[in-house]
């Protein structure tokens, strides 16, 4: 299996699609990036039990109850998986009233930095087509004047 660098964009959308099964149970992965998916990609705030919750970029809200009905956990295997990701640095946790913030850390290398959708400042479910830039291929040396970069095909073309 390939271990290349890089990352995918996964959009929250994913979770309607039939192989996301949320009648299933959720193994270690699943669970992993159903965090990711949950955490807040902006500064926000959720209105929970009555309570004003605010949340930075790359933090959630959620009880061990809520996880353990989501993912069809014990709530004992949900604390002990959130153990298990503090003492790897994937996650830090605060406790909140009724529930705990859990702050993804290193979100912005997850997601590829605030600045990675600069046309946009919401949350969105839907994939934006983007002309890729600073590719190998979308490089032209200045020396070779008689080429053009055609964007968006990568390709060079004779003029």
Known sequence: MSKEKGYIRLYRSITDNFLWDNNRVFDKRSAWIDLLLMASYQPTERLIDGILVKLERGEL??????????WKWSKDKVSRFLVLLETQGMVRRKRATNGTIILIEKYDYFQGGKDTDKDTNEDTDEPRTRTPTGTKTNKVKES???KKNIRGGGRIVEE
Do not use: C, I, P
């Not at 809200?61 to 989501?70: C, K, Q, V």
């Open 61 to 70: 809200y959620a009880s061990t109850r809520f996880l353990a009905s989501r």
């Open 144 to 146: 070779n004047k008689s």
